[in-house]
Protein backbone atom coordinates (compact mmCIF):
# COMPACT_ATOMS: atom_id res chain seq x y z
CA UNK A 1 0.00 0.00 0.00
CA UNK A 2 1.03 3.45 -0.90
CA UNK A 3 -1.41 6.24 -0.13
CA UNK A 4 -0.69 9.48 0.43
CA UNK A 5 -1.75 11.53 2.90
CA UNK A 6 -3.01 14.64 0.58
CA UNK A 7 -6.65 14.48 -0.28
CA UNK A 8 -7.46 13.35 -3.76
CA UNK A 9 -8.08 16.42 -6.16
CA UNK A 10 -11.34 16.32 -7.35
CA UNK A 11 -11.88 14.85 -10.54
CA UNK A 12 -12.74 17.91 -13.30
CA UNK A 13 -15.08 17.74 -15.30
CA UNK A 14 -14.45 15.86 -18.82
CA UNK A 15 -15.80 15.66 -22.09
CA UNK A 16 -17.93 11.83 -22.55
CA UNK A 17 -18.87 10.40 -25.68
CA UNK A 18 -20.62 12.58 -28.22
CA UNK A 19 -20.74 16.57 -26.88
CA UNK A 20 -18.79 17.81 -23.87
CA UNK A 21 -20.86 17.74 -20.79
CA UNK A 22 -23.03 14.64 -22.43
CA UNK A 23 -25.45 13.24 -20.08
CA UNK A 24 -24.82 9.57 -18.76
CA UNK A 25 -27.38 9.17 -16.75
CA UNK A 26 -30.58 11.39 -16.01
CA UNK A 27 -33.54 10.75 -13.62
CA UNK A 28 -36.75 12.30 -14.48
CA UNK A 29 -39.43 12.74 -11.67
CA UNK A 30 -38.38 9.18 -9.87
CA UNK A 31 -41.39 7.61 -7.52
CA UNK A 32 -41.17 4.75 -6.02
CA UNK A 33 -42.91 3.11 -3.34
CA UNK A 34 -42.91 -0.14 -1.22
CA UNK A 35 -45.56 -1.63 1.50
CA UNK A 36 -44.16 -2.83 4.86
CA UNK A 37 -46.90 -4.64 6.44
CA UNK A 38 -49.92 -2.43 6.72
CA UNK A 39 -47.31 0.53 5.85
CA UNK A 40 -46.51 1.73 2.07
CA UNK A 41 -43.57 3.81 2.26
CA UNK A 42 -42.40 6.44 -0.09
CA UNK A 43 -38.87 5.39 -0.65
CA UNK A 44 -38.61 8.05 -3.35
CA UNK A 45 -40.59 11.28 -4.36
CA UNK A 46 -40.74 13.02 -7.63
CA UNK A 47 -36.66 12.75 -7.34
CA UNK A 48 -34.69 14.49 -10.81
CA UNK A 49 -30.92 15.43 -11.47
CA UNK A 50 -28.16 14.56 -14.24
CA UNK A 51 -25.19 12.76 -14.18
CA UNK A 52 -22.68 13.77 -16.42
CA UNK A 53 -20.36 12.03 -18.51
CA UNK A 54 -16.55 11.77 -17.42
CA UNK A 55 -17.48 13.00 -13.86
CA UNK A 56 -17.99 11.13 -9.86
CA UNK A 57 -21.22 12.78 -9.37
CA UNK A 58 -22.54 11.38 -5.38
CA UNK A 59 -25.02 10.33 -4.41
CA UNK A 60 -25.43 11.57 -0.72
CA UNK A 61 -27.57 10.60 2.40
CA UNK A 62 -28.27 8.92 5.37
CA UNK A 63 -29.31 5.12 5.16
CA UNK A 64 -33.14 5.06 4.34
CA UNK A 65 -32.89 8.36 2.26
CA UNK A 66 -33.11 6.41 -1.23
CA UNK A 67 -29.80 6.13 -2.26
CA UNK A 68 -30.11 1.85 -3.33
CA UNK A 69 -33.48 2.47 -4.36
CA UNK A 70 -31.97 5.12 -7.14
CA UNK A 71 -29.26 2.80 -7.63
CA UNK A 72 -31.84 -0.16 -8.56
CA UNK A 73 -33.82 1.83 -10.65
CA UNK A 74 -30.99 3.06 -12.73
CA UNK A 75 -29.48 -0.45 -13.14
CA UNK A 76 -33.08 -1.73 -14.19
CA UNK A 77 -33.48 -3.72 -11.28
CA UNK A 78 -36.45 -2.09 -10.29
CA UNK A 79 -39.64 -0.57 -12.11
CA UNK A 80 -40.68 2.79 -11.16
CA UNK A 81 -44.54 4.21 -9.96
CA UNK A 82 -43.87 6.99 -11.83
CA UNK A 83 -40.98 8.99 -13.53
CA UNK A 84 -38.54 7.42 -15.74
CA UNK A 85 -34.79 7.08 -15.93
CA UNK A 86 -32.50 7.01 -18.45
CA UNK A 87 -29.02 5.44 -18.60
CA UNK A 88 -26.56 6.18 -21.46
CA UNK A 89 -29.69 7.23 -23.80
CA UNK A 90 -31.52 4.00 -23.12
CA UNK A 91 -34.80 4.04 -21.05
CA UNK A 92 -33.61 1.30 -17.86
CA UNK A 93 -37.28 -0.03 -17.32
CA UNK A 94 -38.01 -0.76 -20.52
CA UNK A 95 -34.51 -1.84 -22.14
CA UNK A 96 -32.74 -3.83 -18.41
CA UNK A 97 -31.28 -5.89 -20.47
CA UNK A 98 -29.09 -3.42 -22.38
CA UNK A 99 -28.67 -1.05 -19.60
CA UNK A 100 -27.12 -3.80 -17.94
CA UNK A 101 -24.59 -5.05 -20.72
CA UNK A 102 -23.42 -1.14 -20.67
CA UNK A 103 -22.84 -0.83 -16.81
CA UNK A 104 -21.22 -1.45 -13.92
CA UNK A 105 -23.43 -2.02 -10.41
CA UNK A 106 -21.72 -3.31 -7.49
CA UNK A 107 -24.40 -3.04 -4.56
CA UNK A 108 -23.38 -2.12 -0.75
CA UNK A 109 -23.15 -6.47 -0.78
CA UNK A 110 -21.33 -7.48 -3.34
CA UNK A 111 -21.74 -11.67 -3.90
CA UNK A 112 -18.26 -12.94 -3.21
CA UNK A 113 -18.22 -16.00 -3.11
CA UNK A 114 -15.88 -16.28 0.26
CA UNK A 115 -14.77 -20.17 0.08
CA UNK A 116 -13.20 -19.44 -3.54
CA UNK A 117 -9.86 -17.56 -3.67
CA UNK A 118 -9.36 -13.90 -5.48
CA UNK A 119 -8.65 -15.97 -8.67
CA UNK A 120 -11.65 -17.69 -8.66
CA UNK A 121 -14.07 -15.02 -7.95
CA UNK A 122 -12.87 -13.19 -10.78
CA UNK A 123 -12.75 -16.25 -13.42
CA UNK A 124 -16.28 -16.95 -12.15
CA UNK A 125 -17.65 -13.04 -12.91
CA UNK A 126 -16.01 -13.45 -15.96
CA UNK A 127 -17.80 -16.30 -17.30
CA UNK A 128 -20.97 -14.48 -15.60
CA UNK A 129 -20.26 -11.65 -17.65
CA UNK A 130 -19.50 -13.09 -21.04
CA UNK A 131 -15.68 -11.51 -20.69
CA UNK A 132 -13.96 -13.16 -23.40
CA UNK A 133 -11.01 -15.58 -23.14
CA UNK A 134 -8.59 -13.94 -24.68
CA UNK A 135 -9.18 -10.87 -22.75
CA UNK A 136 -9.12 -11.60 -19.51
CA UNK A 137 -5.07 -11.84 -18.36
CA UNK A 138 -4.62 -8.87 -19.35
CA UNK A 139 -8.13 -7.56 -17.89
CA UNK A 140 -7.01 -9.66 -14.14
CA UNK A 141 -3.35 -8.11 -14.19
CA UNK A 142 -4.69 -4.34 -14.80
CA UNK A 143 -7.42 -4.75 -12.36
CA UNK A 144 -5.58 -6.71 -9.36
CA UNK A 145 -2.43 -3.95 -9.81
CA UNK A 146 -4.94 -1.23 -9.96
CA UNK A 147 -6.67 -2.80 -6.24
CA UNK A 148 -3.50 -4.12 -4.91
CA UNK A 149 -5.07 -7.79 -4.54
CA UNK A 150 -1.68 -9.11 -7.02
CA UNK A 151 -0.03 -10.85 -4.22
CA UNK A 152 -3.62 -12.26 -2.51
CA UNK A 153 -4.85 -14.28 -6.01
CA UNK A 154 -4.59 -17.73 -4.36
CA UNK A 155 -6.20 -15.99 -0.75
CA UNK A 156 -10.22 -17.16 0.37
CA UNK A 157 -12.46 -14.06 -0.69
CA UNK A 158 -13.82 -14.94 2.85
CA UNK A 159 -10.06 -14.74 4.50
CA UNK A 160 -9.64 -11.14 3.33
CA UNK A 161 -10.14 -7.65 5.16
CA UNK A 162 -13.12 -5.90 4.52
CA UNK A 163 -11.49 -3.52 2.28
CA UNK A 164 -9.58 -5.78 0.46
CA UNK A 165 -13.20 -7.20 -0.50
CA UNK A 166 -14.44 -4.24 -1.41
CA UNK A 167 -11.50 -3.85 -3.66
CA UNK A 168 -12.55 -7.10 -4.95
CA UNK A 169 -16.17 -6.81 -5.65
CA UNK A 170 -15.14 -3.85 -7.21
CA UNK A 171 -12.62 -5.47 -9.53
CA UNK A 172 -15.45 -8.28 -10.27
CA UNK A 173 -17.92 -5.16 -11.82
CA UNK A 174 -15.47 -3.87 -13.53
CA UNK A 175 -14.60 -6.91 -15.60
CA UNK A 176 -16.15 -5.44 -19.02
CA UNK A 177 -14.79 -2.39 -18.26
CA UNK A 178 -18.38 -0.19 -17.67
CA UNK A 179 -19.30 2.95 -19.49
CA UNK A 180 -20.99 4.04 -16.44
CA UNK A 181 -20.13 2.42 -13.00
CA UNK A 182 -23.03 2.57 -10.07
CA UNK A 183 -21.50 2.03 -6.50
CA UNK A 184 -23.92 1.85 -3.94
CA UNK A 185 -21.58 3.15 -0.76
CA UNK A 186 -18.34 1.04 -1.53
CA UNK A 187 -16.54 2.41 1.49
CA UNK A 188 -19.27 1.80 4.13
CA UNK A 189 -18.06 -0.02 7.18
CA UNK A 190 -14.19 0.37 5.88
CA UNK A 191 -11.19 1.95 7.41
CA UNK A 192 -9.96 5.17 6.29
CA UNK A 193 -7.20 3.87 4.62
CA UNK A 194 -9.01 1.62 2.37
CA UNK A 195 -11.54 4.17 1.75
CA UNK A 196 -8.69 6.22 0.02
CA UNK A 197 -7.58 3.50 -1.95
CA UNK A 198 -10.90 2.94 -2.90
CA UNK A 199 -11.55 6.30 -4.06
CA UNK A 200 -8.34 6.67 -5.88
CA UNK A 201 -9.10 3.57 -8.23
CA UNK A 202 -12.37 5.07 -8.38
CA UNK A 203 -10.47 8.59 -9.82
CA UNK A 204 -8.07 6.57 -11.97
CA UNK A 205 -10.79 4.73 -13.71
CA UNK A 206 -12.15 8.28 -14.94
CA UNK A 207 -9.07 9.74 -15.60
CA UNK A 208 -8.00 6.75 -17.87
CA UNK A 209 -10.99 4.77 -18.48
CA UNK A 210 -13.14 8.16 -19.15
CA UNK A 211 -16.09 6.10 -17.04
CA UNK A 212 -18.72 7.65 -15.56
CA UNK A 213 -19.69 7.42 -12.06
CA UNK A 214 -22.64 7.58 -9.99
CA UNK A 215 -21.24 6.74 -5.98
CA UNK A 216 -23.39 6.87 -3.04
CA UNK A 217 -22.46 7.47 0.43
CA UNK A 218 -23.02 9.06 3.89
CA UNK A 219 -20.19 9.86 4.77
CA UNK A 220 -20.00 14.26 3.90
CA UNK A 221 -15.89 14.41 3.44
CA UNK A 222 -15.96 11.79 0.85
CA UNK A 223 -18.72 14.06 -0.56
CA UNK A 224 -16.29 16.98 -1.33
CA UNK A 225 -14.30 14.78 -3.16
CA UNK A 226 -16.73 14.65 -6.31
CA UNK A 227 -17.70 16.87 -9.11
CA UNK A 228 -21.29 16.89 -8.41
CA UNK A 229 -23.71 16.31 -5.27
CA UNK A 230 -26.82 15.09 -5.17
CA UNK A 231 -28.64 15.75 -1.22
CA UNK A 232 -31.15 13.02 -0.60
CA UNK A 233 -33.31 13.30 2.58
CA UNK A 234 -36.45 11.09 2.86
CA UNK A 235 -36.48 9.95 -0.71
CA UNK A 236 -36.47 13.96 -1.78
CA UNK A 237 -34.02 15.67 -3.56
CA UNK A 238 -32.54 18.87 -1.25
CA UNK A 239 -30.34 20.16 -3.51
CA UNK A 240 -28.26 19.18 -6.47
CA UNK A 241 -24.21 21.07 -7.58
CA UNK A 242 -20.96 20.80 -7.25
CA UNK A 243 -19.70 20.69 -3.28
CA UNK A 244 -17.77 23.66 -3.75
CA UNK A 245 -21.06 25.66 -4.84
CA UNK A 246 -23.54 23.91 -2.24
CA UNK A 247 -20.82 24.54 1.05
CA UNK A 248 -19.80 28.66 -0.76
CA UNK A 249 -24.03 28.97 0.31
CA UNK A 250 -22.79 29.41 3.56
CA UNK A 251 -19.63 31.24 3.13
CA UNK A 252 -19.43 34.20 6.29
CA UNK A 253 -21.24 31.89 8.84
CA UNK A 254 -18.62 29.42 9.61
CA UNK A 255 -16.17 29.68 12.94
CA UNK A 256 -13.67 27.73 14.78
CA UNK A 257 -13.87 28.80 19.03
CA UNK A 258 -11.88 28.25 21.97
CA UNK A 259 -11.96 29.29 25.18
CA UNK A 260 -8.98 28.47 27.61
CA UNK A 261 -11.29 28.53 30.98
CA UNK A 262 -13.97 26.06 29.78
CA UNK A 263 -13.55 21.93 28.94
CA UNK A 264 -14.25 21.85 25.31
CA UNK A 265 -16.89 19.70 26.04
CA UNK A 266 -18.74 22.02 27.84
CA UNK A 267 -17.55 24.92 25.68
CA UNK A 268 -19.37 22.63 22.66
CA UNK A 269 -22.92 22.36 25.04
CA UNK A 270 -22.74 26.44 25.48
CA UNK A 271 -22.23 26.73 22.00
CA UNK A 272 -25.00 24.29 20.51
CA UNK A 273 -27.84 26.25 22.40
CA UNK A 274 -26.55 29.60 21.70
CA UNK A 275 -28.71 31.67 19.89
CA UNK A 276 -27.88 32.03 16.30
CA UNK A 277 -25.94 28.93 16.22
CA UNK A 278 -27.23 26.35 13.89
CA UNK A 279 -24.30 23.78 14.67
CA UNK A 280 -21.81 23.59 17.28
CA UNK A 281 -19.09 20.29 16.07
CA UNK A 282 -15.76 19.05 18.64
CA UNK A 283 -12.84 19.62 15.97
CA UNK A 284 -9.56 18.90 18.07
CA UNK A 285 -9.75 20.75 20.57
CA UNK A 286 -11.68 23.82 18.83
CA UNK A 287 -15.41 23.95 18.39
CA UNK A 288 -16.71 24.36 14.73
CA UNK A 289 -19.58 26.38 15.05
CA UNK A 290 -22.13 27.48 11.96
CA UNK A 291 -24.20 30.55 12.59
CA UNK A 292 -28.12 31.16 11.16
CA UNK A 293 -26.99 33.64 9.11
CA UNK A 294 -23.74 35.71 7.64
CA UNK A 295 -24.32 38.54 10.97
CA UNK A 296 -21.09 37.14 12.82
CA UNK A 297 -20.83 35.51 16.27
CA UNK A 298 -21.45 37.19 19.47
CA UNK A 299 -20.27 35.76 22.51
CA UNK A 300 -20.40 38.28 24.99
CA UNK A 301 -21.50 35.57 27.67
CA UNK A 302 -18.42 33.46 27.01
CA UNK A 303 -15.49 35.88 28.36
CA UNK A 304 -12.19 34.66 26.91
CA UNK A 305 -13.68 33.03 23.82
CA UNK A 306 -11.26 33.32 20.70
CA UNK A 307 -13.58 33.34 17.66
CA UNK A 308 -12.25 32.69 14.21
CA UNK A 309 -13.73 32.21 10.96
CA UNK A 310 -13.37 29.37 8.39
CA UNK A 311 -13.62 28.47 4.98
CA UNK A 312 -17.61 26.87 4.48
CA UNK A 313 -17.88 22.72 4.24
CA UNK A 314 -20.39 20.92 2.49
CA UNK A 315 -21.49 19.56 5.66
CA UNK A 316 -22.04 22.94 7.05
CA UNK A 317 -24.94 23.17 4.11
CA UNK A 318 -26.34 19.91 4.48
CA UNK A 319 -26.87 20.38 8.59
CA UNK A 320 -28.68 23.93 7.69
CA UNK A 321 -30.66 21.92 5.08
CA UNK A 322 -31.68 19.10 7.09
CA UNK A 323 -32.77 22.14 10.12
CA UNK A 324 -34.27 23.69 7.74
CA UNK A 325 -36.57 20.74 6.35
CA UNK A 326 -37.31 19.66 10.07
CA UNK A 327 -38.86 23.75 11.19
CA UNK A 328 -35.23 24.48 12.76
CA UNK A 329 -35.18 21.49 14.81
CA UNK A 330 -32.29 22.07 17.22
CA UNK A 331 -29.75 18.76 18.42
CA UNK A 332 -31.61 17.00 21.55
CA UNK A 333 -29.98 17.99 24.97
CA UNK A 334 -30.96 15.10 27.64
CA UNK A 335 -33.94 16.53 29.92
CA UNK A 336 -32.47 14.21 32.69
CA UNK A 337 -28.90 15.18 33.29
CA UNK A 338 -26.87 12.49 31.54
CA UNK A 339 -30.01 10.03 31.98
CA UNK A 340 -29.53 7.06 34.13
CA UNK A 341 -25.74 7.08 34.92
CA UNK A 342 -24.34 7.32 38.75
CA UNK A 343 -22.64 9.69 39.60
CA UNK A 344 -18.98 8.42 40.36
CA UNK A 345 -15.67 9.96 41.15
CA UNK A 346 -13.77 10.16 37.55
CA UNK A 347 -10.39 8.64 37.19
CA UNK A 348 -10.32 5.40 38.41
CA UNK A 349 -9.59 2.35 36.43
CA UNK A 350 -12.84 0.34 35.47
CA UNK A 351 -11.47 -1.68 32.87
CA UNK A 352 -7.74 -2.93 32.96
CA UNK A 353 -6.22 -5.22 30.00
CA UNK A 354 -2.99 -6.37 30.86
CA UNK A 355 -0.91 -8.75 28.20
CA UNK A 356 -4.49 -10.09 26.25
CA UNK A 357 -3.77 -12.40 23.38
CA UNK A 358 -6.32 -14.33 21.98
CA UNK A 359 -5.31 -16.88 18.82
CA UNK A 360 -7.48 -18.61 16.48
CA UNK A 361 -5.64 -21.35 15.30
CA UNK A 362 -2.37 -20.43 14.62
CA UNK A 363 -3.31 -17.07 13.66
CA UNK A 364 -3.23 -14.23 16.51
CA UNK A 365 -6.15 -12.02 16.39
CA UNK A 366 -4.64 -10.04 19.43
CA UNK A 367 -1.68 -10.27 20.90
CA UNK A 368 0.34 -8.18 23.61
CA UNK A 369 -3.06 -6.21 24.12
CA UNK A 370 -2.69 -3.89 27.14
CA UNK A 371 -4.30 -0.46 28.66
CA UNK A 372 -6.45 0.95 30.82
CA UNK A 373 -9.69 2.74 30.24
CA UNK A 374 -10.58 5.19 33.95
CA UNK A 375 -14.13 5.89 35.02
CA UNK A 376 -16.13 8.44 32.99
CA UNK A 377 -13.38 8.48 30.36
CA UNK A 378 -14.76 8.34 26.50
CA UNK A 379 -12.42 5.78 25.08
CA UNK A 380 -11.58 5.02 21.13
CA UNK A 381 -10.69 1.89 19.38
CA UNK A 382 -9.91 2.70 15.79
CA UNK A 383 -7.96 0.47 13.21
CA UNK A 384 -8.06 -1.43 10.00
CA UNK A 385 -10.40 -3.63 8.90
CA UNK A 386 -9.02 -7.19 10.60
CA UNK A 387 -7.14 -4.83 12.96
CA UNK A 388 -8.59 -6.93 16.02
CA UNK A 389 -10.97 -4.29 17.67
CA UNK A 390 -14.43 -6.45 17.10
CA UNK A 391 -12.17 -9.52 18.69
CA UNK A 392 -10.97 -6.70 21.61
CA UNK A 393 -14.31 -6.08 22.09
CA UNK A 394 -16.14 -9.37 22.34
CA UNK A 395 -13.73 -10.64 24.96
CA UNK A 396 -14.29 -6.99 26.93
CA UNK A 397 -17.96 -7.89 26.52
CA UNK A 398 -17.20 -11.74 28.24
CA UNK A 399 -18.58 -13.31 24.88
CA UNK A 400 -15.19 -14.59 24.32
CA UNK A 401 -12.52 -15.95 26.27
CA UNK A 402 -8.49 -14.38 26.11
CA UNK A 403 -6.04 -16.50 25.10
CA UNK A 404 -3.66 -14.97 27.19
CA UNK A 405 -3.53 -12.54 29.57
CA UNK A 406 -5.90 -10.79 32.31
CA UNK A 407 -8.95 -8.62 31.68
CA UNK A 408 -10.94 -7.03 34.37
CA UNK A 409 -14.18 -4.57 34.10
CA UNK A 410 -16.06 -3.31 36.77
CA UNK A 411 -13.07 -4.94 39.06
CA UNK A 412 -14.61 -8.13 38.14
CA UNK A 413 -12.06 -10.97 36.44
CA UNK A 414 -13.89 -11.76 32.94
CA UNK A 415 -12.15 -15.30 33.20
CA UNK A 416 -14.02 -16.12 36.33
CA UNK A 417 -16.92 -13.60 36.94
CA UNK A 418 -17.78 -13.00 33.35
CA UNK A 419 -21.21 -13.18 34.04
CA UNK A 420 -21.41 -10.50 36.87
CA UNK A 421 -19.47 -8.79 35.31
CA UNK A 422 -22.03 -8.31 31.98
CA UNK A 423 -24.11 -7.35 34.44
CA UNK A 424 -22.44 -4.20 34.59
CA UNK A 425 -22.37 -3.31 30.90
CA UNK A 426 -24.45 -2.03 28.25
CA UNK A 427 -23.49 -2.81 24.49
CA UNK A 428 -25.18 -1.14 21.37
CA UNK A 429 -23.96 -3.10 18.43
CA UNK A 430 -23.31 -1.85 14.91
CA UNK A 431 -26.69 -2.91 13.10
CA UNK A 432 -30.07 -2.52 14.55
CA UNK A 433 -30.12 -5.69 16.44
CA UNK A 434 -33.49 -5.37 18.19
CA UNK A 435 -36.58 -7.07 17.40
CA UNK A 436 -38.29 -5.02 14.58
CA UNK A 437 -41.34 -7.48 14.90
CA UNK A 438 -42.24 -5.93 18.20
CA UNK A 439 -43.35 -2.05 19.14
CA UNK A 440 -40.83 0.31 21.23
CA UNK A 441 -42.68 -0.65 24.53
CA UNK A 442 -42.46 -4.10 23.73
CA UNK A 443 -38.30 -3.98 23.10
CA UNK A 444 -37.90 -2.13 25.96
CA UNK A 445 -39.85 -3.79 28.81
CA UNK A 446 -38.37 -7.73 26.67
CA UNK A 447 -34.79 -6.39 27.44
CA UNK A 448 -35.97 -4.23 31.22
CA UNK A 449 -36.65 -8.21 32.20
CA UNK A 450 -33.66 -9.57 30.70
CA UNK A 451 -31.77 -7.66 32.79
CA UNK A 452 -33.56 -8.69 35.37
CA UNK A 453 -36.11 -5.84 36.00
CA UNK A 454 -39.65 -6.11 37.81
CA UNK A 455 -42.23 -4.40 39.22
CA UNK A 456 -42.01 -0.48 39.79
CA UNK A 457 -38.18 -0.24 38.91
CA UNK A 458 -39.45 -1.79 35.60
CA UNK A 459 -42.02 0.47 34.96
CA UNK A 460 -40.10 3.50 36.04
CA UNK A 461 -36.95 2.59 33.94
CA UNK A 462 -39.11 2.23 30.44
CA UNK A 463 -40.82 5.52 31.57
CA UNK A 464 -37.74 7.36 31.66
CA UNK A 465 -36.80 5.59 28.26
CA UNK A 466 -39.70 6.51 26.40
CA UNK A 467 -39.14 10.36 28.16
CA UNK A 468 -35.44 10.83 27.74
CA UNK A 469 -35.48 9.25 23.99
CA UNK A 470 -38.33 11.08 22.63
CA UNK A 471 -40.21 7.64 22.13
CA UNK A 472 -43.78 8.28 23.47
CA UNK A 473 -45.31 8.78 20.39
CA UNK A 474 -43.46 6.06 18.30
CA UNK A 475 -44.50 3.61 22.06
CA UNK A 476 -47.03 1.24 19.74
CA UNK A 477 -44.87 1.19 16.53
CA UNK A 478 -43.13 -1.50 15.30
CA UNK A 479 -39.28 -0.78 15.68
CA UNK A 480 -38.93 -1.91 12.12
CA UNK A 481 -40.75 0.70 10.83
CA UNK A 482 -39.00 3.59 12.59
CA UNK A 483 -36.44 5.42 11.09
CA UNK A 484 -33.10 5.26 11.46
CA UNK A 485 -32.31 7.91 14.02
CA UNK A 486 -35.10 6.79 15.82
CA UNK A 487 -34.15 2.59 15.62
CA UNK A 488 -30.52 4.33 17.32
CA UNK A 489 -32.33 6.12 19.73
CA UNK A 490 -34.42 2.75 20.87
CA UNK A 491 -31.17 0.90 20.88
CA UNK A 492 -29.10 3.35 22.99
CA UNK A 493 -32.51 3.11 25.27
CA UNK A 494 -32.37 -0.35 25.69
CA UNK A 495 -28.59 -0.51 26.27
CA UNK A 496 -29.15 1.80 29.46
CA UNK A 497 -32.08 0.02 30.77
CA UNK A 498 -30.31 -0.94 33.78
CA UNK A 499 -27.91 1.93 34.44
CA UNK A 500 -24.66 -0.36 33.59
CA UNK A 501 -21.69 1.33 34.67
CA UNK A 502 -20.05 0.55 31.07
CA UNK A 503 -21.37 1.30 27.71
CA UNK A 504 -19.85 -0.66 24.75
CA UNK A 505 -20.75 1.07 20.79
CA UNK A 506 -19.71 -0.89 18.12
CA UNK A 507 -19.88 1.52 15.29
CA UNK A 508 -22.94 3.52 16.83
CA UNK A 509 -23.64 6.13 14.18
CA UNK A 510 -22.67 4.12 10.81
CA UNK A 511 -25.30 5.70 8.63
CA UNK A 512 -27.73 7.62 10.34
CA UNK A 513 -27.93 11.62 9.66
CA UNK A 514 -25.80 14.55 10.54
CA UNK A 515 -28.29 15.85 13.63
CA UNK A 516 -28.70 12.24 14.43
CA UNK A 517 -24.81 11.87 15.04
CA UNK A 518 -24.56 14.99 16.73
CA UNK A 519 -27.61 14.42 19.12
CA UNK A 520 -26.46 10.39 19.92
CA UNK A 521 -22.44 12.28 21.34
CA UNK A 522 -24.53 14.91 23.09
CA UNK A 523 -25.92 12.04 24.94
CA UNK A 524 -22.33 10.46 25.59
CA UNK A 525 -20.84 13.64 26.58
CA UNK A 526 -23.94 13.68 29.10
CA UNK A 527 -23.13 9.64 30.01
CA UNK A 528 -19.35 10.36 30.71
CA UNK A 529 -19.95 13.56 32.94
CA UNK A 530 -21.69 11.34 35.28
CA UNK A 531 -19.16 8.67 35.45
CA UNK A 532 -20.52 6.02 33.22
CA UNK A 533 -17.33 5.33 31.08
CA UNK A 534 -17.75 4.84 27.02
CA UNK A 535 -16.02 1.96 24.84
CA UNK A 536 -16.32 2.94 21.26
CA UNK A 537 -15.32 1.93 17.95
CA UNK A 538 -15.71 3.93 14.40
CA UNK A 539 -14.96 4.57 11.43
CA UNK A 540 -15.64 8.00 11.25
CA UNK A 541 -12.05 10.31 12.36
CA UNK A 542 -13.83 13.48 13.25
CA UNK A 543 -16.01 11.51 15.85
CA UNK A 544 -12.99 10.11 16.94
CA UNK A 545 -12.09 13.37 18.32
CA UNK A 546 -15.21 13.58 20.77
CA UNK A 547 -13.01 10.37 22.51
CA UNK A 548 -10.96 11.41 25.74
CA UNK A 549 -8.18 9.24 24.29
CA UNK A 550 -7.45 6.76 21.76
CA UNK A 551 -5.83 3.31 20.53
CA UNK A 552 -4.87 3.02 17.31
CA UNK A 553 -4.19 -0.97 16.41
CA UNK A 554 -3.04 -2.58 13.31
CA UNK A 555 -2.24 -6.81 13.28
CA UNK A 556 -3.92 -6.77 16.92
CA UNK A 557 -1.27 -4.89 18.40
CA UNK A 558 -1.34 -0.90 19.44
CA UNK A 559 0.03 1.10 17.51
CA UNK A 560 -0.93 4.37 19.21
CA UNK A 561 -2.52 5.45 22.82
CA UNK A 562 -3.72 8.86 23.61
CA UNK A 563 -5.63 12.01 23.51
CA UNK A 564 -6.67 12.85 19.43
CA UNK A 565 -4.29 15.64 19.84
CA UNK A 566 -1.02 13.76 20.64
CA UNK A 567 -2.21 11.42 18.33
CA UNK A 568 -2.40 13.96 15.44
CA UNK A 569 1.17 15.49 16.84
CA UNK A 570 3.23 12.42 15.56
CA UNK A 571 1.93 13.01 12.14
CA UNK A 572 3.39 16.62 12.32
CA UNK A 573 6.00 17.22 9.56
CA UNK A 574 7.44 19.96 7.19
CA UNK A 575 4.80 19.23 4.44
CA UNK A 576 1.83 18.18 6.71
CA UNK A 577 2.28 20.88 9.79
CA UNK A 578 -1.81 20.70 10.75
CA UNK A 579 -2.25 16.96 10.63
CA UNK A 580 -5.97 16.09 10.60
CA UNK A 581 -6.77 12.39 13.02
CA UNK A 582 -7.30 10.49 9.56
CA UNK A 583 -4.02 11.89 8.39
CA UNK A 584 -2.35 10.78 11.77
CA UNK A 585 -4.16 7.37 11.34
CA UNK A 586 -2.91 6.32 7.99
CA UNK A 587 1.09 7.94 8.70
CA UNK A 588 0.43 5.23 11.73
CA UNK A 589 -0.69 2.47 9.49
CA UNK A 590 2.02 3.27 7.18
CA UNK A 591 4.49 3.23 9.47
CA UNK A 592 3.02 -0.33 10.77
CA UNK A 593 3.55 -1.63 7.30
CA UNK A 594 6.84 -0.85 6.78
CA UNK A 595 7.93 -2.54 9.64
CA UNK A 596 5.58 -5.23 8.41
CA UNK A 597 3.05 -5.10 11.39
CA UNK A 598 0.10 -4.05 9.44
CA UNK A 599 -2.54 -7.30 8.79
Not at 35 to 49: C, W
Not at 105 to 128: C, H, I, K, T, W
Not at 289 to 307: H, K, N, Q
Not at 396 to 419: E, F, I, Q
Request: charged letters at 25%; hydrophobic letters at 40%; one cysteine or more.
Amino acid sequence: MNVSLAQPERVPAAPGPGDPGAIALEADHLTKRFKAGTRIVEALQEVSFRVRHGRVTGLIGPDGAGKSTVMRLAAGLLVPDAGRVTVLGVDATQNSLQVQTEIGYMPQRFGLYEDLSVQENLELYADLQGVPRDARASRYRELMRMTGLAPFTRRLAGRLSGGMKQKLGLACTLLRAPRLLLLDEPTVGVDPVSRRELWEIVFRLVESEGASVLLSTAYLDEAERCAEVVLLEGGRVLEHGSPAALGGRMRGRSYVVTAQNLDRRELQARLATHPGVVDALLLGDRVRVVTESDAGLALADLPGARIEPVPPRLEDSFVALLRERRGGESIKTPKNGAGPGKSAARGEAVIEVRDVARRFGDFYAVRELTFDVGRGEVFGLLGANGAGKTTTFRMLCGLLPATAGTLHVAGLSLRDAAAAAREKIGYMSQRFSLYGNLSVNQNLAFFARTYGLSGARRADRIDWALREFELDEAADTMSQDLPLGYQQRLAMACALMHEPEILFLDEPTSGVDPLARREFWRRINALSARGVTVLVTTHFMEEAEYCDRLAIMAAGRILALGDPASIRRQARSEAQPEPTLEDAFIWLLERAEERGERS
